[in-house]
Each structure stands twice: as structure tokens, then as C-alpha cells.
């Protein structure tokens, strides 16, 4: 693959109670461990930076599947959760996508969902490596 944008950022510090930086200043943050994990809290963790790049590519993916379909979604969105739990002797994270294409009725919405999911680079990037689950919870017919 050559890349057609490269982004760069650096962790200092801690690691997950540290901080985080872009080169080009645009993401600039103080990261705690969850309470869950053990740590202080009060601050953003990378479960959370992941969460929101996956519902960003994904539904950057989606429109652009529902475009070359012409097919209008309405007011779409993508919510992300990951989650990061013990797997093994280490841990491992899952990811839920809650799909939301109020304009595109469900057997549609389906198939573009499906599409997007072969397109998107965070999909392909953790496919077979962890548990994604790509929930349709909202479509025209709904």
C-alpha cells in the first residue's frame, strides 16, 4: 500500500497516564487509566481516541458506499464502543458499531452497511483480530 496520508503522534510520559500529541497540534491531551482499570479517571484513554476514529472511518465509509448507490441515509451516524478486557496472559479489545441510516430503508441499509465494512480501513485493520459487532439500529422502515 502507499500511503496517501500519514498521521503522526507521540505518547510521553506514562503511556495511558501521560499524554498524547499530534505534530500538527490539532490533538494535544492528558490521558488518565479508567477507573475500571485501576487508574485515577477524569481523562481521555485510547479505548476512547479508537472508538472515535472507528465511528469516524466507518461512517465516512458508509457515505461514501450510499453515494456511488444513490442512496440517501437521512441524518446517519455511527457510534463506536470499544472495550478492553483480559485475553490471556495480556488484553484485548472488541468493538461495537451502532449504525443509525434513518433514510435507507433496513434491506438496503443492510447491504450498504456490509459494504462499507469490506471499504473501511479501521474494519479491514481489525478484522479477524478482534470481535467487531455491527449493530443496525435505526433505518426508514424503523
Do not use: W
Not at 495511558?16 to 475500571?36: H, P
Not at 453515494?67 to 457510534?79: F, I, M, N, P, T
Amino acid at each position: 500500500m502507499e500511503p496517501l496520508y500519514v498521521a503522526h503522534a507521540v505518547s510521553s510520559g506514562e503511556g495511558r497516564n501521560g499524554r498524547v500529541a499530534t505534530d500538527d497540534g490539532l490533538i494535544d491531551l492528558d490521558l488518565a487509566i479508567q477507573k475500571e482499570l485501576g487508574g485515577p479517571g477524569g481523562k481521555a484513554n485510547p479505548e476512547q481516541l479508537f472508538a472515535a476514529g472507528y465511528a469516524a472511518c466507518f461512517h465516512s465509509a458508509l457515505q461514501l458506499i450510499a453515494r456511488q448507490a444513490k442512496v440517501d441515509l437521512g441524518d446517519s451516524s455511527v457510534e463506536a464502543s470499544v472495550g478492553i478486557g483480559k485475553e490471556g496472559e495480556g488484553f484485548g479489545l472488541n468493538a461495537i458499531l451502532e449504525v443509525s441510516t434513518p433514510g435507507a430503508v433496513r434491506d438496503v441499509a443492510e447491504g450498504l452497511v456490509e459494504k462499507a465494512h469490506l471499504v473501511c480501513p479501521y474494519s479491514n485493520a481489525t478484522r479477524g483480530n478482534i470481535s467487531v459487532e455491527i449493530d443496525l439500529v435505526q433505518t426508514a422502515d424503523d
